[in-house]
């Protein structure tokens, strides 16, 4: 309403009392204050709903906020945990429950022992007597192939300290105790008598006895112990010359490291035909973990790649790991190795590998894997679900344990009535619970891990002669982590290569039983002299062959 207007038509009035008009012009007055009063609230009440309307979106901008802060925390404390565990705690991945024994068991069975030495020794003071033998059940008999070497100890005296009378023998005790010689060097000294023929002058001598180092000063037992010493039990060249120097032995490292290289040579042969083997299987396991290479340049330290492929246990014939060292993690590396070959191929998740199924080779997924994404929650924070899935995983393989001694066939028929079925109720079980679980949390992470590549995960379960997991492979590589923390970095890239060949015949003499250091020495002193044509004889598959 326009109060003005009415005012200026009230005031110009006529016929209206004065005191009446005046009445009037304060109610329209009053009117019109109460109209701007009414304008302004409404304005407060629009404003207020619009602040209020930014508050309920700002609340729920921060609410959401605060959820994804939570997953970020709870994934930060998965993390943390599994570095801690890594790092301080027990790395396996086995489900334990209260009683699980201390992890310093040695240090206690050791403490133990003394405090039980301490004890006899006193009882026997109390007693001014021998205490009584006492029986330590659980001491394992020492290996029978060990050699024995008999220490006789007869008394100072065959005449009766009683009585003094001769005595006669009627028997004898025997106790055996471990007993080692550390490395003893000695030197050989190879004499070619020279002999001449007094009718012609024509001089003779045996020829030289062969060797894969011709001049080098060196026996083969000392390259293979050198080879085993840095291969297997991981010792750099600079400790196995403090080790030289421990006997008033110059073994300087220029020298050790030329040794090596030659020796890397003479058996990349066998390295390369242990490759060639492995491609004839079906069935193969692949993984890849870092090292450290020597950048050339620069003198920095570069990340290069260890590969290993695995023969399948579950197939027929000896067990076979190849090693191959690579600059980078690409999926060329494998593509290249395994160029032209057919058959099932057991890795994680890594993507390298993808190019691969598409050109005739067939994925196996690895179910330890996927286990281990429940169990790293499980460590950090048990809860009923992780739990349950750990429960189910546990059930297909102790089906794995039941049927490891099976036949293929048996193998096939008991995985196709109990692992199948289990199978299929996993996959239900884990697609509910995937459906459930909060977008972006670890427990959706390790679900959606499992079902993604879950057709390759369960192919194992309709043949008898394919393998659950990549263990085999991951346990090959375990070696690797151990050794990089010795010798730290690979000195180049020919070196990566070497030590590759090297590992591959020493880690699979392990696998079919031979001892390294025994084979590695057979193979040496035959190798000079060895054809071509029977190269095949000399790999580490089989018990040394009789001469």
């Not at 002058?201 to 293979?224: F, K, M, N, R, Y």
Request: proline share 6%; with cysteine.
């Amino acid at each position: 309403m326009d109060f003005t207007a009415q005012k200026h038509r009230l005031q110009h009035a006529e016929g209206i009392p004065s005191p009446l008009r005046e009445e009037l012009l304060a109610l329209l007055e009053q009117a019109a204050h109460v109209e701007q009063n009414a304008s302004a609230f409404a304005q407060r009440a629009a404003h207020a709903e619009q602040k209020v309307t930014l508050l309920a979106q700002q609340a729920a901008h921060a609410e959401r906020h605060a959820a994804q802060l939570q997953q970020h925390n709870e994934r930060l404390q998965q993390e943390v945990a599994y570095l801690r565990r890594m790092r301080y705690g027990v790395k396996s991945e086995r489900v334990v429950d209260s009683h699980q024994r201390s992890l310093f068991e040695e240090d206690i069975e050791a403490d133990l022992e003394a405090a039980q030495v301490e004890l006899d020794k006193l009882a026997a003071a109390s007693r001014q007597a021998k205490p009584a033998k006492q029986r330590r059940p659980g001491r394992l008999p020492l290996a029978a192939h060990l050699p024995r070497e008999d220490v006789l100890h007869e008394p100072a005296s065959y005449d009766c300290p009683e009585c003094g009378k001769a005595m006669r023998k009627i028997g004898e005790d025997v106790t055996e105790k471990l007993s080692v010689q550390p490395a003893v060097f000695s030197v050989k000294r190879h004499r070619y008598p020279k002999y001449a023929c007094h009718a012609c002058q024509a001089i003779h001598q045996a020829p030289s006895a062969p060797s894969i180092i011709d001049g080098g000063g060196v026996e083969h037992d000392v390259l293979a112990w050198l080879a085993v010493a840095k291969y297997i039990d991981h010792l750099p060249l600079y400790r196995l010359e403090q080790i030289g120097a421990r006997h008033e032995v110059a073994l300087s490292r220029t020298k050790l490291a030329q040794w090596v290289g030659r020796l890397g040579v003479a058996l990349a042969p066998l390295a390369d035909r242990l490759a060639e083997l492995l491609r004839q299987r079906q069935c193969l396991h692949a993984d890849e973990t870092p090292v450290a290479q020597l950048a050339p340049k620069t003198g920095k330290t570069e990340r290069g790649y260890q590969w290993v492929y695995r023969s399948n246990d579950l197939e027929p014939g000896p067990r076979i790991v190849v090693y191959d060292y690579q600059p980078s993690r690409k999926g060329q590396h494998a593509r290249n190795m395994l160029d032209g070959w057919r058959g099932y191929l057991m890795v994680d998740a890594y993507s390298g590998y993808d190019a691969l199924f598409t050109g005739g080779v067939v994925e196996l997924g690895c179910m330890a894997h996927a286990r281990r994404k429940f169990f790293d929650l499980h460590a950090t924070q048990p809860t009923p679900i992780t739990t349950e899935a750990l429960f189910r995983f546990g059930q297909l393989y102790e089906i794995e344990r039941e049927a490891k001694e099976m036949s293929i066939e048996d193998r096939a028929a008991l995985r196709r009535r109990k692992s199948i079925p289990l199978l299929t109720e996993f996959e239900a079980w884990l697609t509910e619970i995937g459906a459930r679980a909060s977008p972006s949390s670890g427990l959706q992470k390790a679900v959606m891990y499992t079902i993604s590549r879950w057709a390759s995960r369960v192919r194992y379960a309709h043949s008898g002669d394919l393998p659950i997991d990549n263990n085999p492979a991951e346990n090959a590589l375990r070696p690797i982590a151990i050794g990089r923390k010795n010798w730290l970095f690979y000195g180049t890239e020919r070196a990566g290569h070497r030590a590759s060949s090297i590992m591959s015949l020493l880690t699979t003499a392990k696998l079919n039983g031979l001892e390294p250091y025994a084979w590695l020495l057979d193979t040496l002193n035959k190798l000079p002299t060895w054809p071509t044509s029977r190269l095949d004889e000399l790999l580490p598959l089989a018990p040394l062959p009789q001469v």
